[in-house]
């Protein structure tokens, strides 16, 4: 026990390493600057060591900082999870999961009460968000996403699926359409999805006018009802053309992007997480239509 720093300090200076600033770490805490600093010097006075390198009014950290801050990280997030699975009932373990939201709502969200049969021991608590994300900040053991952005190198990173995409329209506007020029239907969170598209696949379309919505939820929903034709991941509009609803008349074609699951830790080490995981990859699986 004698070799362990002072531990309580070990919270502000986790805050002071992932903001590179005293400021913000006592913004975080409620505490003052000064507190914030006195904690860290405290470790320095420990360890007999600088933590941070103060270089043109900026916090940088040293190379024993950067590994104190990596072991600190890890430690204080097992000992919250630790500390969420004793104050849990045993009956009822709480999995926090981020997805994309268009994704969260067309087709994760219609699936859950499939799982819950399943596993009614799990409690997901689902949140949407897209792109990059804090998994210890906010609290979030698994984050559905696509594979388009960088993420921090420490993140755990399971593949589930390769993304496809295609042009889904109602079957009353192919028919009235297919022939002539068409509406397409652009998303604002995905600009480039149609120029993707049409790289991927040598069937042109003739184009009448555009319009553009906030996310893909929305113009697919626009396709729907025969507004125009959208581009469609196939797992946003699967089940709607199991129904009927849309039509996918060029098919669909695979993009550079993966579906991945973002984690602090190897779903592979914690029973909720495997489990879970498991079950998106199964339901990934799109048979043929």
């Not at 950067?66 to 999995?95: D, F, M, T």
Request: overall charge neutral; proline content about 7%; aromatic content about 10%.
């Amino acid at each position: 026990m004698n070799n362990l720093p002072p531990l309580k300090p070990l919270i502000s200076f986790r805050a002071a390493a992932r903001y590179s600033s005293f400021t913000k770490a006592a913004h975080e805490l409620n505490l003052t600057h000064g507190a914030v600093s006195r904690a860290v010097k405290q470790l320095e006075e420990f360890f007999g060591f600088d933590l941070f390198e103060r270089r043109n009014r900026r916090l940088f950290l040293t190379e024993k900082g950067k590994l104190l801050a990596e072991g600190v990280e890890e430690v204080l997030e097992k000992l919250k999870n630790v500390s969420e699975a004793v104050r849990i009932p045993e009956s009822k373990r709480r999995l926090s999961v981020s997805c994309e939201p268009s994704l969260a709502m067309r087709w994760l969200m219609p699936k859950l009460e499939d799982f819950r049969l399943k596993h009614p021991q799990i409690d997901i608590h689902l949140s949407t968000g897209g792109g990059p994300i804090d998994l210890s900040a906010e609290g979030v053991h698994l984050a559905i996403r696509r594979s388009d952005f960088t993420w921090p190198s420490y993140y755990q990173c399971t593949t589930i699926g390769k993304e496809r995409i295609g042009p889904v329209c109602s079957p009353g506007y192919w028919e009235q359409h297919q022939h002539t020029p068409k509406l397409l239907l652009h998303t604002r969170t995905r600009p480039e999805a149609w120029t993707d598209w049409k790289i991927l696949s040598a069937s042109p379309i003739e184009t009448d006018s555009e319009k553009y919505f906030d996310h893909f939820y929305f113009s697919l929903q626009a396709a729907i009802t025969g507004f125009g034709i959208a581009i469609g991941p196939e797992p946003l509009v699967y089940d709607d053309i199991k129904q009927g609803l849309l039509i996918a008349p060029y098919g669909f074609k695979k993009t550079q992007s993966d579906y991945v699951i973002l984690s602090l830790h190897d779903p592979e080490t914690n029973a909720d997480m495997r489990v879970f995981v498991d079950w998106i990859i199964g339901k990934l699986a799109l048979p043929s239509i």
